[in-house]
């Protein structure tokens, strides 16, 4: 299994662009899951879906942030505009929610720079 | 209170010593416990979970679990350089939320 695939693995953008992060989870997991890690903050869950919908966003910072998932294969997270304290590494996860003990699979994470 | 406490560190043992990493919840409800690896630069990588109290092993590391004290540990024998890195312990409440502690850093000293 190629495991959880995140893209780009780094990012450099100036203030008030847009980006764009993807996840690719692992086949047949059904839950995903983006975090956002800093050295002040540890790491942070910011929203997570489940069989593609939306479960839990309550951890999104601002409106400037939001997450698609439009099949069970991709996920996005975008932030419009970016701003210097967005700059953080953002790990995509996928688990598998059922008789398992939900276990999350981390992929390599995007470092983005905000400049 | 934080809902998953883990003492920052850095913890810091020789090599060949038993490292204790310890980690307490406050939702009694929890059922699942993991503890993740994650070193400098990389992704958290999943080495252990535990869900009934007791210990489990898995090669040089143990999990303890005692749920009636909300506290969960990872020990690591004959500890190696290798091993250094921040240890990270989560906890599934049931569903679909996993709430991460913040991290124990751990340097073993060759």
């Known amino acids: 299994d190629a495991g959880v695939i995140q893209s780009p693995r780094h990012e450099v953008t100036e203030m008030g662009q847009e980006v764009t992060l993807r996840c690719k989870p692992i086949s047949g997991h059904n839950s995903l899951f983006w975090y956002r890690q800093t050295m002040m903050r540890g790491l942070e869950l910011l929203i997570y879906f489940n069989n593609n919908v939306p479960i839990d966003d309550s951890g999104m910072p601002e409106d400037r942030f939001s997450a698609k998932m439009p099949n069970a294969s991709f996920s996005t997270l975008k932030i419009q505009p970016s701003e210097p304290r967005d700059s953080a590494v953002y790990f995509c996860a996928s688990s598998y929610q059922g008789v398992s003990y939900n276990e999350q699979f981390f992929g390599p994470g995007t470092r983005l720079t905000v400049l | 209170q934080k809902e998953v406490e883990q003492n920052s560190g850095p913890l810091s043992v020789p090599e060949g010593a038993i490292a204790s990493l310890n980690c307490t919840y406050s939702?009694?409800?929890?059922?699942?416990f993991f503890w993740y690896r994650q070193y400098s630069g990389k992704s958290p990588e999943l080495i252990m979970f535990i869900y009934s109290n007791g210990d489990k092993e898995d090669g040089r590391f143990t999990a303890q679990l005692n749920k009636a004290s909300q506290y969960v540990s990872l020990l690591i024998r004959d500890s190696q350089p290798s091993d250094s890195a921040t240890y990270l312990c989560?906890?599934?409440?049931?569903?679909?939320?996993?709430?991460f502690g913040a991290g124990t850093r751990l340097f073993v000293k060759a």
């Open positions: 989560a906890v599934n409440t049931g569903g679909f939320k996993t709430i």
């Open positions: 939702d009694r409800g929890s059922q699942s």
